[in-house]
Each structure stands twice: as C-alpha cells, then as structure tokens.
C-alpha cells in the first residue's frame, strides 16, 4: 500500500476554479492592456496630454503588465506545485495590481467611461482571484500545518 510523502495528503488540494480564473484574467489582461494603450495615444493625441503624465500613464501600465506576468505565473506554480510560498506570492502581487488598476481607474490624467468600465471589470476579476488564492491558501495551511 502506497503512503503519501512526509506530512502531505494524498488528495488534491489544487483549485480548478483559481486555475481557470487565472488563465482567464491573463487572457482579459491581454485585451486589457491594448485597449487602455491605444487610449492613452488617442487621449494624448486629441487631448492637451502633458508628457510627464504620458509618460507615467504608460510606465505604469507596463509595470501592471509586468506584475501580471508575476500574478499569472505564482498563481498557476503555486496552485498546480500546491505551494504556500507562491500563493502567498500571488496574493501579494494580487493587491498590487488591484491597487494599480485602480490608479487607472479613478487617478490617471484623463479618465474617460471605456476606462472606468474595463479597469472596473478587471478590480472585480482580480477581487475573485484574491478571494479564490486566499481559499486556496487557507486550504493547503490547514493540511500542510
């Protein structure tokens, strides 16, 4: 009869749900990221847009891009690997970018409906990702402690 390993359980302690979650929330990142790019040059070009807040707007949204990247990839490590240290990880960068999606939700220089309605959706998707790794989380606390 084969055991589990020292201290693990034999069933699956992974989340579907997270894993869907966060494939789907790279892939509306994608569309995400494009669309408030191509409205930071139409708003820069029909707008008195001063360059200093241009330039930030789209630093900005390279670093979101960028912890995203982060996001997706200690989400799916940490729930496939059922890793406490990557999930914690991801819930740390989680409200990193909960906090800068709504930089350009409310804070950026021109904040127009389309912005107000995409950043919206993705604080919502990344409030159920947090949720859905903190489970998750607590979950492999409990079986691993």
Not at 3 to 12: C, E, N, Q, Y
Not at 15 to 34: D, E, H, W
Not at 127 to 140: E, N
């Amino acid at each position: 009869m084969a055991t589990a390993g020292a201290g693990r359980s034999a069933g699956v302690l992974s989340s579907v749900p997270l894993q869907i979650l966060l494939k789907l929330t790279a892939v509306y990142f994608v569309l995400y990221f494009l669309f408030t790019l191509s409205l930071i040059i139409r708003k820069s070009l029909l707008l008195s847009y001063p360059a200093d807040a241009v330039l930030c707007d789209v630093g900005l949204l390279f670093l979101l891009a960028a912890l995203e990247f982060l996001h997706f990839f200690s989400g799916v490590k940490g729930n496939l690997a059922e890793s406490e240290g990557y999930i914690l990880a991801n819930l740390v960068v989680t409200g990193t970018t909960i906090l800068l999606t709504v930089y350009f939700l409310v804070w950026q220089t021109y904040v127009m409906r389309a912005d107000v309605i995409i950043s919206s959706i993705l604080v919502v998707v990344y409030g159920l990702d947090g949720f859905l790794a903190f489970s998750t989380l607590a979950r492999l606390a409990s079986v691993y402690s």
